[in-house]
């Protein structure tokens, strides 16, 4: 895509393995992206970005993906939104990039209000976080981009501002607590989802539990990495206003803004990168999650999984094959986050728990 690639090659030399399905991924995806600029130049009106989300977004596109968008209005409502998410469903669908959401039309209109307003509290429902998170973690704004870098900006603002022990309590470390604890909620929603899909729709379920302990998961550890990012990566930054704030609210801001423009991947490599992770732990999350991207780029096996019934669950070869890999990248995580670099583990012993 278009972000700092550059880690992703530096670790595969600690490593000393190649990842052709991380490459392949990112190929796809910039050459989507330029796809969809060329057809949807101009079909965003003034105070709105048109947003993709999911597997592009990060630069995992695979033939068989979605693309997840939304027009994000961030201005006055008006009714010619929902004409412009009409007309931009009918050039996805007629140019044979995506067919019609069976969610109907609405699922493609968003407005900035409730993302930066309804953080927690009863009107902050499922959709409303998620969107949220992910526009944080994997967006990319198609055109137009002000009105998406204008809400990021917002966002990440009241997270700060309303972030007391940040800003005030002289104890460190630096940690965005209100940003992590809200990733950590959207987390735990995706993961009480996912049951409730295996229950109520059957089909797809292998790939969606393959996807839940892969990019999924992904997502979720880019999303604590982000949160850490002030003790882990601006440890030597400035960041005392000198007004009787730890942190200088602009700054600090800036600084995430810069952090949350890295995919979840290169989120990952960044943390890999640390000197006291081995190039053994390296290898297991990123050789394990290019095979995980292997098999999605897969038509074939894809539809395999897609197709695949509940019964056949302990039988089935691929399932299998897909599995052993989602233990492995766990075994990964595991020894990033609570083995061999303790200052990530405290952290995550801190935050993450209590």
Known sequence: ??????????????????????????????AMLARLRELLRGQDPEDTSI??????????????????????????AD?????????????????K??????????????????????????????????????????????????????????????YIADDRGLRFSKRKPLVLGFL????????????????AKQRNKRDGWAL????????RKLLFASGMLTCFSLQLFGSGEPWSSGEGERVDPVRTRRFLRDRIRLTPLEHMAEALLRPKISAETAGMVMDNYDAFLGIVADEEKRKHLVNLPVEALGEDALFKEASRLTYTFQDGLDRLFFEEDEDIASLVRRFGVF
């Open 51 to 76: 947003i993709v989300f999911g597997s592009f977004a990060r630069g995992e596109y695979t033939v068989g993906s979605d693309i997840d968008w939304t027009l994000l209005i961030d201005g006055r």
């Open 79 to 95: 009714e010619a939104h929902l004409t412009q998410a009409r007309a931009i469903t009918k050039l996805l669908k007629e140019s």
């Open 97 to 158: 990039i995506q067919d019609e959401s069976p969610f109907g039309v609405f699922d493609n209109v968003s407005f900035s209000h409730p993302i930066l307003h309804q953080i927690g509290g009863h009107d902050d429902t499922n959709r409303n976080t998620t969107q949220r998170i992910l526009l944080l973690l994997e967006s990319v704004a198609i055109g137009r981009a002000e009105a998406h870098e204008r809400v990021l900006d917002l966002v990440l603002s009241r």
């Open 180 to 195: 992590f604890n809200d990733i950590v909620r959207y987390w735990r929603t995706i993961t009480i989802d996912f049951q």
């Open 208 to 215: 969606r539990n393959i996807k839940l302990r892969t990019s």
């Open 1 to 30: 895509m278009e972000a700092r690639s550059e880690v992703i090659e530096r670790l595969a030399e600690k490593v000393g393995h190649t990842w052709p399905n991380v490459v392949a991924a990112r190929e796809r995806s910039a």
